[in-house]
């Protein structure tokens, strides 16, 4: 029988546990949490939980950006490698019609100001993507 390699942390804050599965999932490593099933993004350096809908950048700190910045940046990190135009984005984030397609320039602008790590590049012409594998 092989032994499954474990790591526990105990009394650990919730961005040092956040910290500590990206790394890890980074690695390759399948990470199990007892009673959780929180769904986590990573981008580069930063955290993005789903459920609790909220960013851990990497200096540790728990962000909790706006209903439309945090869809967009979902939306984003979901698809991390691929380039996407501002109106996919506009129809998949936030389904407001009507909505110039600026907007997004405003949110990008906004998630890179406040969300030390996170990565995202503009593709002149094109639109926007977070780097990765796409």
Request: aromatic content about 4%; charged content about 25%; overall charge negative.
């Amino acid at each position: 029988m092989e032994a499954t390699p474990a790591v526990v942390l105990s009394g650990a804050d919730e961005a040092t546990l956040a910290r500590a599965r990206a790394l890890l999932e980074s690695e390759g490593f399948s990470v199990d949490t007892p009673g959780s099933q929180t769904k986590r993004l990573v981008a580069g350096e930063v955290v993005i939980d789903l459920d609790r809908r909220e960013v851990v950048a990497n200096d540790g700190r728990v962000i909790r950006p706006t209903t439309s910045e945090f869809e967009v940046l979902a939306f984003l990190a979901t698809n991390q490698g691929i380039v996407l135009g501002r109106g996919r984005i506009l129809d998949a984030a936030l389904d407001q019609p009507f909505t110039d397609p600026r907007t997004i320039d405003t949110h990008v602008m906004q998630l890179r100001r406040t969300i030390p790590g996170l990565v995202i590049e503009t593709v002149r012409g094109v639109g926007y993507r977070i780097p990765g594998s796409g």
